[in-house]
């Protein structure tokens, strides 16, 4: 069948409803953190908050931002308009973060911004001096791979210090339900597109998402358990 009669087939209709449904969830990812960067304005600081996800989300943004510009694929204008609302918005974040982290944090996380912009810088150069299409798409592909994995996975950073505290408050709810739906919606676009390199990294994103709710609502659920609990043991003669 031609290109053109797929593009009017039913299966294509709900590939693209799917793709359509990932980039509202993405939307949605992005907004998302609002909340906890209100509250770090308010309180003046960034507490215990981390800056990793944001950093990571950069960069995944201006991955695949390059990875749907012309120069690189066809037909995925689409997925660079999204990534590039996107990266706009990781980087107010990741600006909001050094404003208010104290000297160390601030530091670090200048110098990670700035690496972002070194290794995002360096991707593009490789891409079109050392590779022509359909290399092109294929290389940068593997790397949009790649950064994706780690933005799903750098959520999990802050695993540590929620079992540690016993507490979800550092662990934005609305974040990891945002990662989880986005993840669900890109993995089934990819399967419906075979496309390994929209599938894979967003099927490992499910589960990620799956494993971050879990923690969520075990926690919440002691916690609401503990301030039901009587404060003082009921005394008896």
């Given at each position: 069948?031609?290109?053109?009669?797929?593009?009017?087939?039913?299966?294509?209709?709900?590939?693209?409803?799917?793709?359509?449904?990932?980039?509202?969830?993405?939307?949605?990812?992005?907004?998302?953190?609002?909340?906890?960067?209100?509250?770090?304005?308010?309180?003046?600081?960034?507490?215990?908050?981390s800056?990793?996800?944001?950093?990571?989300?950069?960069?995944?943004?201006?991955?695949?931002?390059?990875?749907?510009?012309?120069?690189?694929?066809?037909?995925?204008?689409?997925?660079?308009?999204?990534?590039?609302?996107?990266?706009?918005?990781?980087?107010?974040?990741?600006?909001?973060?050094?404003?208010y982290?104290?000297?160390?944090?601030?530091?670090?996380?200048?110098?990670?911004?700035?690496?972002?912009?070194?290794?995002?810088?360096?991707?593009?150069?490789?891409?079109?001096?050392?590779?022509?299409?359909?290399?092109?798409?294929?290389?940068?592909?593997?790397?949009?791979?790649?950064s994706?994995?780690s933005?799903?996975?750098?959520?999990?950073?802050?695993?540590?210090?929620?079992?540690?505290?016993?507490?979800?408050?550092?662990?934005?709810?609305?974040?990891?339900?945002a990662?989880?739906?986005?993840?669900?919606?890109?993995?089934?676009?990819?399967?419906?597109?075979?496309?390994?390199?929209?599938?894979?990294?967003?099927?490992?994103?499910?589960?990620?998402?799956?494993?971050?709710?879990?923690?969520?609502?075990?926690?919440?659920?002691?916690?609401?358990?503990?301030?039901?609990?009587?404060?003082?043991?009921?005394?008896?003669?």
């Amino acid at each position: 069948m031609s290109e053109g009669g797929l593009s009017s087939s039913p299966y294509s209709i709900i590939s693209e409803g799917a793709g359509i449904a990932g980039n509202l969830c993405a939307f949605v990812l992005f907004v998302s953190p609002i909340p906890t960067f209100k509250r770090i304005i308010r309180n003046k600081s960034t507490e215990q908050f981390s800056g990793l996800p944001y950093i990571y989300t950069l960069l995944n943004c201006l991955i695949c931002l390059w990875y749907g510009m012309p120069v690189v694929s066809s037909g995925l204008i689409l997925i660079a308009t999204v990534n590039s609302i996107g990266a706009l918005f990781q980087l107010v974040y990741v600006l909001i973060f050094i404003i208010y982290a104290d000297q160390r944090r601030r530091l670090k996380m200048v110098g990670l911004l700035l690496g972002v912009f070194a290794v995002f810088a360096v991707i593009v150069s490789l891409s079109l001096c050392f590779f022509e299409p359909p290399n092109r798409q294929l290389f940068v592909g593997y790397l949009s791979v790649f950064s994706l994995i780690s933005m799903f996975a750098s959520p999990l950073f802050i695993i540590n210090l929620v079992i540690r505290t016993k507490s979800v408050e550092y662990m934005p709810y609305y974040l990891s339900l945002a990662t989880f739906l986005m993840s669900i919606a890109f993995f089934a676009y990819g399967l419906l597109k075979h496309d390994a390199f929209v599938s894979i990294p967003n099927g490992i994103g499910a589960v990620l998402g799956i494993l971050q709710l879990v923690l969520y609502f075990h926690y919440s659920r002691a916690n609401a358990r503990a301030s039901k609990a009587p404060l003082l043991e009921p005394y008896t003669a």
